[in-house]
């Protein structure tokens, strides 16, 4: 790793439990590259920044990338919120219903 860039995403947009990857990242990485979205981290990373650590959901589809460290996982749980009013608006639902059969379908 020490010869490395490694891409992340900002501390500021993760939960506490999630960030003590990059902590421990930090000791061993050349670089950290940080990006504020899981696209740009896919992005920087498929442009050749450095080894990122993305999500699943943006990743899975690039043949491009190649996972390097299969045997390492990190799990962090998301919401999925809507305000009360808009949660039965079709929009909304065929969105929240496409988001939950992506994600169950990468989960596999």
């Given at each position: 790793?020490?010869?490395?860039?490694?891409?992340?995403?900002?501390?500021?947009f993760?939960?506490?439990?999630?960030?003590?990857?990059?902590?421990?990242l930090?000791?061993?990485?050349?670089?950290?590259?940080?990006?504020?979205?899981?696209?740009?981290?896919?992005?920087?990373?498929?442009?050749?920044?450095?080894?990122?650590?993305?999500?699943?959901?943006?990743?899975?589809?690039?043949?491009?990338?190649?996972?390097?460290?299969?045997?390492?996982?990190?799990?962090?749980?998301?919401?999925?919120?809507?305000?009360?009013?808009?949660?039965?608006?079709?929009?909304?639902?065929?969105?929240?219903?496409?988001?939950?059969?992506?994600?169950?379908?990468?989960?596999?």
């Open positions: 790793m020490s010869e490395h860039v490694v891409v992340v995403g900002l501390e500021e993760t939960s506490a439990s999630s960030r003590d990857y990059v902590v421990c930090q000791k061993y990485a050349q670089r950290i590259f940080r990006c504020a979205t899981a696209t740009g981290q896919v992005e920087a990373t498929k442009a050749g920044v450095g080894i990122g650590v993305l999500h699943d959901f943006s990743a899975a589809d690039q043949d491009s990338l190649v996972r390097v460290l299969p045997q390492i996982e990190f799990r962090q749980s998301y919401f999925l919120v809507s305000h009360p009013d808009t949660a039965d608006v079709r929009r909304s639902a065929v969105c929240r219903d496409f988001l939950v059969a992506r994600f169950i379908q990468i989960e596999g």
